[in-house]
Every structure is written in structure tokens, then in C-alpha cells.
């Protein structure tokens, strides 16, 4: 790999100036987990290079007119251990404690996963679940805000232009709500999402209310599941409405595989192409367990 420039911005200002002088095939520097395997494997050769690490703006966590702002530097440890965080979006925290190996989140940044806008990616659906917006800045120093839905255009496409960068995320601020988040992966640790799925909840006794929940890794997009409120409001959940939501999800997915007009490059048996179909079940069950211990929990406390 070969870099004819590298910006390394120590301002705001400095920032703003250095995005003026991105082209096309210039890159951005955040955690870099999933840039320099780019660079090294598809022998990419950018004009420029402009690193984000020493910009104060990008790297806090903090609220701000009733959202939580998280800088788009803030590493994937700080985000899983801090307690705004923690209290306000909790399936965030739980998403980012899973993200790869302890060394890529001490690393890794929200900001670099959602620019990566892999399919598999545990931050998009987590912001698309609490109605986020993602903060843009342009070389011109101005800022615009635009929904998490609509930031990803497809299989690491995003609606940035080569002069934007990630400024910070922004969560609208719900402690009167529960949350969660499961993924399934080919390991235990250190693995790629294969399915995800979050939820987020209000709750009264044993019984939960307007619930919200998101599919990911399933398409090139996440998916909003309606369907999730509709069987499980004002229930007493049980294997019934478990099964009911497990079949529901299952069918949707089968859905995506029979109507995707490109094949998979590799040559797959056919238990392999049904296996999401059939694994979301294990992920139902896990989320809707969780959500009933945190009920049974509170419910003790009262």
C-alpha cells in the first residue's frame, strides 16, 4: 500500500480543512480494524489518508437536548462500560461488549463500524432500533443530521460523499425503557454476526408494552419488525407467543433468500441456505428470555 498524503488533524478547523482536499479515493482513519485489512488485501493505493484519532469533538460521550451524543471516535470499550450509556441504551452497551476480540474494541470506533456499513455490522441495528441520527460534517464545516435507516445504502455503501465525515451518533435519551441485544454467530467469541436481533421495551409487571425490535444481518439493510408488538403486547410471554414470533421472523428471512437476485458467490449446500431460517429461533428465545428476567427482576424489587 502506497499513501501519497497523510492529514492528521489536531482541530476542528483542521478537520474541516483536510476533508477539503478528499477525492474519491482518498480513505478516513478511525479505529482502522477494518481498514488496514482493506488496504492490505485489496492493494489500495489512496491519494490521501486523513486520521481522525486526535480530534477532541469526535471522542465524548454526553447529554445533550434530551438525546445521548457519542462522539464517532469513542471506541467500542468506552461506549459497553460507560454509564450514561449503560442506563439510557443498554442494548448498545451489549452490542459493543461483543464487537470482536477485546483488542479491536479497545481500538475499533462506532463511527469506523458504521462507515464499514458491512451487513454484518452489531452498531446499525442498535441505532435503528432507538431511532438514532447520525451527525455528518462536510468540508464547508457544516453539519447535518440524517436517520440511522437511511444512512447505509447497501453492502458498504453509505450516503457519505468523499468530503463528509462522521461527526457523532445521537440516541434519543429512553431510561423508562428496557433494551437488549443477541447476535448468533459461527463461535462464542470474537465472531460475526450471522443473525441479529435487538429489542427495546416498556414494561408493566410481568406484562411488556410497546415493543420494538430490529433484524439484522439478514439483508442489506436492518429490519424493523413490526410484527414484534403486535404478538407480544400486554402478554404474559410463554413458548406460545416465542414460537409465534420465532416462526414469523423465520419466514421473513426466507423471504429475503428467495427473492435476492444475486446468488452467493459460493457454493453452498442447501441445509446451509435455510440455516438462518431455522437458527433465528435460538436468538427469540435468547432476547425474550432476557426480556423476562430483567421483568422478574424488577418485579421482585417493587
Known amino acids: 500500500m502506497a499513501c501519497e498524503q497523510y492529514i492528521q488533524p489536531d482541530t476542528l478547523k483542521e478537520l474541516v480543512t483536510g476533508l477539503a482536499k478528499m477525492t474519491s479515493d482518498s480513505v478516513i482513519l478511525a479505529g482502522g480494524t477494518d481498514l488496514i485489512i482493506k488496504l492490505r488485501s485489496r492493494h489500495m493505493n489512496p491519494d490521501c489518508m486523513l486520521s481522525l484519532c486526535r480530534v477532541p469533538e469526535l471522542k465524548s460521550i454526553s447529554e445533550s437536548g434530551g438525546y445521548l451524543r457519542i462522539g464517532a471516535m469513542e471506541t467500542h470499550d468506552n461506549i459497553a462500560n460507560n ?30 463500524s458504521l462507515g464499514n456499513a458491512s451487513v454484518a455490522g452489531d452498531m446499525l441495528p442498535v441505532l435503528v432500533l432507538f431511532h438514532g441520527l447520525v451527525e455528518i460534517l462536510d468540508s464547508a464545516g457544516k453539519t447535518r443530521k440524517v436517520d440511522a435507516q437511511e444512512f447505509t445504502l447497501g453492502i458498504g455503501r453509505t450516503i457519505l460523499q468523499p468530503q463528509e465525515v462522521i461527526m457523532a451518533v445521537w440516541l434519543p435519551l429512553q431510561s423508562h425503557r428496557e433494551s437488549c441485544f443477541i447476535k448468533l454467530g459461527g463461535r462464542r467469541e470474537v465472531t460475526i454476526a450471522e443473525i441479529s436481533l435487538a429489542f427495546s421495551w416498556e414494561r408493566s409487571g410481568q406484562h411488556f408494552h410497546k415493543i420494538e425490535g430490529v433484524l439484522g444481518a439478514v439483508d442489506t439493510k436492518p429490519i424493523y419488525l413490526q410484527e ?44 446451509e441456505k435455510v440455516y438462518k431460517e431455522r437458527a433465528v429461533k435460538g436468538i427469540v428465545y435468547d432476547a425474550l428470555e432476557i426480556m423476562m428476567r430483567k421483568t422478574d427482576k424488577k418485579s421482585k424489587n417493587i
Open 83 to 112: 454509564t450514561l450509556v449503560r442506563k439510557e441504551c443498554k442494548a448498545l452497551a451489549m452490542a459493543c461488549s461483543h464487537v470482536g476480540s477485546q483488542q479491536v474494541r479497545n481500538k475499533g470506533t462506532i463511527g469506523g
Open 228 to 271: 414484534v408488538d403486535e404478538i407480544l403486547e400486554d402478554r404474559k410471554v410463554g413458548k406460545y407467543e416465542m414460537d409465534l414470533l420465532a416462526d414469523s421472523l423465520s419466514k421473513r428471512i426466507r423471504a429475503i433468500r428467495e427473492n435476492r437476485k444475486r446468488q452467493p458467490r459460493l457454493r453452498i449446500q442447501e441445509c
